[in-house]
């Protein structure tokens, strides 16, 4: 497996790091972020503070890929951009768009669902200023893989910033030479998938104008054109 000799030698992964690529709440690969989530989780103690799943359909066309959770967003909840500023805006746009029952994510226990699509993080651990390293980012992709095992052909893939563009081209073996992220591009890529970028929704993004809601909301268009989908009159 991809990840093993390099991450061990520097020290990173644990020797149980090898392992079946599917989701698992008790992953401690990357020793500095589980040791991080350990403090966090006596600073706030009602936090989950664990590898945060995808959430969504499993059978998804669309499947939305963010950087990794937020402190006290899905860290704290347990679903991606659930709890802060950051899904504000995502989750009104997938309910505009007819992804989402709701246009408001706000506990692991709502009744929220989500149509044709999934949400997932290139990274399942909260890392230090939001910051997780290359060999962090390389040694969680194998669950991103997984995450992209089940799109179907002709499927669609969101990346949220360049970070998670990265992410998604190393799960898929694309060349990132071939592919160089720009908000509102799509790639072909060999698998059938058609990956899109958006600047992330982040507050700061957002607050600066960066990224607006009319900007989001167009590469969705792009999306929904791809998939064939109308979008719902609200
Ligand atoms: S970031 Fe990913 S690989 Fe690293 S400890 Fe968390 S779940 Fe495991």
């Known amino acids: 497996m991809r990840i093993g000799a390099d991450a061990k030698k520097a020290g990173i992964v644990t020797d149980t790091a ?3 690529p599917v989701y698992d709440a008790g992953c401690r690969r990357c020793v500095r ?3 991080f989530l350990d403090e966090v989780r006596v600073a706030y103690p009602s936090y989950r503070c664990l590898p945060v799943p995808p959430f969504g359909d499993p059978g ?3 499947v939305i890929v963010g950087l990794a959770p937020g402190m006290h967003g899905a860290n704290a909840t347990g679903r991606p951009f659930t709890g802060d500023f950051a899904g504000i805006l995502l989750y009104e746009t997938l309910y505009a768009h007819g992804y989402a029952s709701s246009p408001k994510s706000r506990t692991i226990d709502d009744p929220l669902t989500l149509v044709d699509c999934r949400i ?3 990274v399942k651990c909260l890392p230090p200023q939001n910051k997780p390293t290359p060999l962090e980012m390389r040694t969680c992709n194998d669950y991103l893989v997984a995450d992209l095992a089940a799109l179907p052909a002709g499927g669609a893939v969101l990346a949220l ?3 998670a563009h990265d992410a998604v081209l190393i799960a898929l073996g694309a060349r990132r030479g ?3 992220f720009a908000h509102g591009a799509k790639h072909a890529l060999d698998n059938g998938a058609m990956l899109f970028d958006s600047y992330h929704c982040s507050r700061y993004n957002t607050n600066t104008g960066r990224l607006t809601a009319a900007m989001f909301r167009s590469v969705f268009d792009l ?3 791809h ?3 109308a979008r719902p009159q609200r």
Do not use: M, Q, W
Request: aromatic content about 0%; overall charge positive.
């Open 227 to 229: 998939l064939d989908r």
């Open 223 to 225: 999306i929904d054109a």
């Open 60 to 62: 998804a066309r669309l």
């Open 178 to 180: 071939s592919h160089p």
């Open 161 to 163: 910033g360049r970070v």
């Open 33 to 35: 972020l589980a040791s």
């Open 18 to 20: 090898i392992r079946t």
């Open 120 to 122: 997932t993080n290139s």
